[in-house]
């Protein structure tokens, strides 16, 4: 098993910066891809970012790209997405997933956390 606690959203106003932290502990021995989604009200959950096990590989939803950069650290169990220029769509819950397969398919994640709120004003 895998725990997963993300930190680090909040209210801010469209063009700042956020940076999404995600925690994991339990098995984290296992090599597991990593992954940000959101969900925004009425709306369907949605791909953000991935990356691989050694962080070598990323990938990224078209509507962020340029804007968010994923990023982990394996030493400390971490996970992270730094989110500049944010607009008021933007606006979500945002999770972290961990599991063992890279790829934006939510189906490709075993563990989830709770999702912190970003919320962007104009």
């Known amino acids: 098993q895998v725990q997963l606690v993300e930190s680090g959203g909040g209210l801010v106003q469209a063009g700042a910066s956020l940076r999404l932290s995600c925690a994991a502990s339990?098995?984290?021995?296992?090599?597991?891809?990593m992954g940000w989604f959101r969900q925004a009200p009425g709306k369907a959950r949605e791909f953000v970012a991935a990356?691989?096990?050694?962080?070598?590989?990323?990938m990224y939803a078209d509507f962020v790209k340029g804007r968010f950069t994923i990023s982990r650290d394996n030493a400390k169990n971490r996970l992270y997405l730094q989110m500049n220029s944010l607009k008021p769509e933007d606006t979500a819950v945002y999770s972290c997933?961990?599991?063992?397969?890279?790829?934006?398919?939510?189906?490709?994640?075993?563990?989830w956390g709770q999702g912190t709120q970003v919320t962007v004003s104009s």
């Open positions: 997933a961990a599991g063992v397969i890279y790829g934006s398919s939510p189906y490709n994640y075993n563990y």
């Open positions: 339990g098995r984290t021995d296992s090599r597991q891809a």
């Open positions: 990356i691989s096990w050694g962080g070598v590989n990323t």
